[in-house]
Structure formats: structure tokens, C-alpha cells
């Protein structure tokens, strides 16, 4: 079974993200296309989702407390990104570009917490679902409709 490819993981991120339904199941439904098993797609795949769903948890409580007003590009390299660096930099993280920090930025708040908590434990019960038997594709489009429902 190939892995994502890493082009691949970034869009699904996005899609994830953004909460654009239509281009998470076009994802999910190319890798079906192209391994034509959906037992071998699923997993992998949700792990691609669950991920995108953790940096957006860990990107709303890191800019909780940022203000009411969300800053565009240049403010936020001045006023975040900073501190974004600092906080990796010490855990001896990668630090993103800084416009890739920004887009996450923005989409942390376009959602509460809450939301992406919940969403990354419907890939915890997902996750179970599949390895009880469940009907991989209609677990995983499910979950995507669910996590992109706006």
C-alpha cells in the first residue's frame, strides 16, 4: 500500500481546513480510483484527515486568546508569527513559512475548538468503526461530509 502522496496530504489538509466537502471526497475518491480498494485506501486516508483535524485544534488554542479582529497577513507575521516561532523553536519543532502559519491561522478561527475537537473524535470513532468491519467508503465519506458541513 503507497502512502499519500505528500501533495496529496497537503490538500486534503486544505479541503479538510476549509471545509470544502466536494474536494475532500474528490480526494478520497481518486486514491479509491487508483488502489481500487477501499480496505487499503480508508485508514491511511483518515489518517491524512485526523491530522489536518489535530493542527487545526492545536492552531485554535494556540491563537485563542489573538482578539476579536483577525489580522491580515503582514500584522500577523509581526504579532503571532513571532511567538509561533519562539514556542517551536524551543520543542525543536519545524517552524512553517510564515504565509503557511497565517492560512491556519485563519482557519483556526473560522471554527470554535469545540468543533475540532469533536471532529477529531469522529476520527477516533471512525478509526474503530473500520477496524470492527464497517463499509470503509461510506465510513470515510461520511466523516468527510461531517467535518466539512458547514
Known amino acids: 500500500m503507497a502512502p499519500v502522496r505528500e501533495e496529496e496530504f497537503f490538500a486534503l489538509a486544505e479541503a479538510v481546513g476549509e471545509g470544502d466537502a466536494a474536494k475532500a471526497l474528490q480526494l478520497f475518491g481518486d486514491e479509491l480510483r487508483r488502489k481500487a480498494n477501499a480496505s487499503a485506501v480508508a485508514l491511511p486516508f483518515l489518517g491524512g484527515v485526523a491530522s489536518a483535524l489535530r493542527k487545526a485544534l492545536a492552531d485554535s488554542a494556540r491563537y485563542a486568546g489573538s482578539g476579536e479582529r483577525e489580522l491580515g497577513y503582514n500584522e500577523y507575521q509581526a504579532k503571532l508569527f513571532p511567538a509561533l516561532e519562539e ?4 520543542k525543536k ?24 475537537r469533536r471532529a477529531l473524535v469522529r476520527c477516533a470513532e471512525v478509526d474503530f468503526e473500520l477496524k470492527d ?7 470515510v465519506e461520511r466523516l468527510l461530509l461531517e467535518v466539512c458541513a458547514r
Open 87 to 90: 514556542e517551536l523553536s524551543a
Open 93 to 116: 519543532q519545524k517552524v512553517p513559512h510564515p504565509f503557511a502559519a497565517w492560512l491556519g491561522y485563519k482557519r483556526s478561527r473560522r471554527r470554535p475548538r469545540a468543533f475540532w
Open 133 to 139: 468491519g464497517a463499509d470503509p467508503r461510506l465510513s
